[in-house]
């Protein structure tokens, strides 16, 4: 085979370099292709020609744009089907940076779709692999001489499809002026055609321009184009994320860093129409319509898995348009707002903290006058509004001055706190007991009639006379309370209901403390109802 080869190629620079066109220098050539064999043997090949030098043979689109950056080559012959970035991507990336560079695209099958997409991302030849051998040679002069080349197999595929070749003959390989009207029609054919799947939009100039924006930012971003493949991962993004651009771009695995199996993310879901119910699946009750710009979503997430202990990020996904409109892609930037949130929790919770203190007595851990007046304010709204009953019952302590007197100041405190134990573990779910003064409580029972309150305002004074007291180590005692209980009368004033509570207390500890009384009436009489003991 390399016999016939070599006989080809020494027609070949039998050529005069001026009919070539060639510089004096060999023009520098770069191939890549994930075929091993196929890409050693077009090296061979190329490097028996004087005229031209293979500076590189690589295996990948990435390994290409390394190469092309280290060894700025003439040309570049490309294969279009390879892993990783495609030729269509690597072609737009690599004219990005080097539009001077000359492109040709290697198939091993002419599909027409996947010619015009070379072409419009700024090949300037296209040669089957079947016929590499005999016509990349004329290939790389034709687009050295600014001329659009395409082997015999791939004009073929360019005819129109609906215009039959006459039977017997044979097809021919085609040159054109990059300004010739054959070219404009089948770029137009591109422009006018649904855009199909696998279809990369941005022409060069768009993505150089991108290219510019998202990698001069300082905010985490990354791009998919129209096939959801990543063609732009950021400095930021990289590390937010901890993924390098390298082990990203060209594949369409965006959720790696953030999810532990494949998912979409909010830009694929952009890139899908945005559709409500898929967003609401991945997103729900996170997501929201950017109000700053259109057809873009912004949530916000926990994502365990990036950092040392993971991290709050805010995301925002937009679409990319062309120039008419359509949409060629998606941008998704990244915000970690971790230590923002950090700060919110704790502040959050030292407000919490606080609003409690502020409502709750030190020595019981009951709430404390100013939430009762608050609160009984509410259960008073809430039972006038939906007519329920409403009880509330007043405490005091009984003898409570001797005893602090005989035992002394702490162990009167400790009768207190044993009360509001008491109070604590008697109530139901709903119910609250506040320590209202020095040695007097509240409770209040929302959805309570007078009745039930009695029993639990009997059950509740029982329990507290049998707590054994210790105030000294070799003395036991007991302490007991005088309760008062009333119903709330529909409209009357809370000071009027809280008088009549106390009333009940004050006959209490008349009837000889340690009961409870039920006062009759409207209410008590203003010198009773003060004086509750
Ligand atoms: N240990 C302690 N005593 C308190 C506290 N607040 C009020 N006191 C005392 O509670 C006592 C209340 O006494 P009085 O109002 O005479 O009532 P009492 O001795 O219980 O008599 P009756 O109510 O008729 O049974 C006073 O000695 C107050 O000093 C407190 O936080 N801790």
């Given at each position: 085979m390399h016999r016939i080869i070599e006989t080809r190629l020494r027609d070949c620079t039998?050529?005069?370099?001026?009919?070539?066109?060639?510089?004096?220098?060999?023009?520098?050539?770069?191939?890549?292709?994930?075929?091993?064999?196929?890409?050693?043997?077009?090296?061979?090949?190329?490097?028996?020609?004087?005229?031209?030098?293979?500076?590189?043979?690589?295996?990948?689109?990435?390994a290409l744009l390394e190469s092309a950056h280290q060894h700025h080559p003439d040309v570049v012959c490309m294969d279009v089907m390879m892993p990783g970035l495609d030729g269509i991507e690597t072609t737009r990336r690599l004219l990005a940076s080097q539009p001077e560079a000359k492109v040709i695209g290697l198939t091993a099958y002419p599909d027409r779709h996947y010619v015009l997409e070379m072409l419009n991302a700024g090949a300037r030849g296209y040669v089957t692999k079947s016929e590499a051998?005999?016509?990349?040679?004329?290939?790389?002069?034709?687009?050295?001489?600014?001329?659009?080349?395409?082997?015999?197999?791939?004009s073929a595929s360019l005819l129109d499809p609906g215009q039959a070749r006459p039977p017997g003959e044979v097809p021919r390989s085609l040159r054109l002026s990059p300004d010739s009207q054959e070219v404009r029609t089948l770029l137009d054919e591109i422009g006018r055609a649904p855009v199909p799947a696998g279809r990369p939009i941005p022409t060069p100039d768009e993505f150089a321009r991108l290219q510019q924006i998202v990698e001069g930012s300082t905010i985490p971003a990354f791009v998919l184009d129209q096939r959801h493949v990543i063609t732009h991962w950021n400095k930021a993004c990289e590390t937010l994320t901890g993924m390098p651009a390298s082990r990203m771009l060209g594949t369409r695995e965006p959720w790696r860093p953030f999810y532990p199996e494949a998912r979409p993310v909010m830009a694929d879901l952009i890139l899908d129409g945005?559709?409500?119910?898929?967003l609401r699946r991945y997103y729900a009750g996170k997501?929201?319509?950017?109000?700053?710009?259109?057809?873009?979503y912004e949530a916000e997430d926990f994502f365990p898995r990036l950092g040392a202990s993971g991290a709050?990020?805010?995301?925002?996904?937009?679409?990319?348009?062309?120039?008419?409109?359509?949409?060629?892609?998606?941008?998704?930037?990244?915000?970690?707002?971790?230590?923002?949130?950090?700060?919110?929790?704790?502040?959050?919770?030292?407000?919490?903290?606080?609003r409690h203190l502020s409502i709750t007595d030190n020595l019981t851990g009951l709430f404390n006058s100013r939430h009762f007046?608050?609160?009984?304010?509410?259960?008073?709204?809430?039972?006038?509004?939906?007519?329920?009953?409403?009880?509330?019952?007043?405490?005091?302590?009984?003898?409570?001055?001797?005893?602090?007197?005989?035992?002394?100041?702490?162990?009167?405190?400790?009768?207190l706190k044993q009360l509001a134990d008491v109070i604590?573990?008697?109530?139901?779910?709903?119910?609250?007991?506040?320590?209202?003064?020095?040695?007097?409580?509240?409770?209040?029972?929302?959805?309570?009639?007078?009745?039930?309150?009695?029993?639990?305002?009997?059950?509740?004074?029982?329990?507290?006379?049998?707590?054994?007291?210790?105030?000294?180590?070799?003395?036991?005692?007991?302490?007991?309370?005088s309760i008062g209980v009333t119903h709330y009368r529909p409209y009357?004033?809370?000071?009027?209901?809280?008088?009549?509570g106390d009333a009940g207390c004050y006959q209490a500890k008349h009837q000889g403390k340690n009961c409870v009384v039920v006062p009759e009436g409207r209410h008590a009489p203003e010198h009773e109802a003060k004086g509750t003991s």
């Open positions: 039998r050529l005069s370099p001026g009919a070539r066109g060639l510089t004096p220098m060999p023009l520098r050539v770069l191939i890549a292709d994930d075929h091993r064999i196929f890409r050693e043997s077009l090296r061979h090949i190329l490097d028996l020609d004087p005229e031209l030098s293979v500076v590189d043979a690589v295996g990948d689109g990435n051998t005999e016509e990349l040679q004329n290939a790389i002069r034709s687009v050295c001489q600014n001329q659009i080349y395409f082997c015999p197999e791939v945005a559709r409500e119910h898929e997501f929201h319509k950017s109000k700053l710009i259109d057809g873009a709050w990020i805010y995301f925002t996904a937009a679409p990319l348009h062309d120039a008419v409109g359509r949409v060629i892609g998606t941008i998704e930037t990244l915000q970690d707002f971790t230590v923002r949130h950090q700060t919110e929790t704790v502040l959050k919770q030292s407000e919490a903290h606080y007046y608050k609160q009984l304010k509410s259960e008073i709204g809430r039972a006038i509004r939906y007519s329920h009953p409403l009880s509330l019952m007043m405490l005091d302590v009984d003898n409570f001055k001797k005893y602090n007197d005989t035992y002394g100041h702490l162990e009167g405190d400790e009768v604590r573990n008697c109530l139901r779910l709903g119910d609250n007991g506040f320590r209202i003064g020095g040695e007097e409580f509240a409770v209040i029972m929302p959805d309570t009639d007078v009745e039930s309150a009695r029993l639990v305002a009997e059950r509740l004074r029982a329990t507290f006379a049998a707590v054994r007291l210790k105030p000294r180590p070799d003395l036991t005692t007991h302490s007991t309370a009357e004033k809370l000071t009027a209901f809280i008088r009549r």
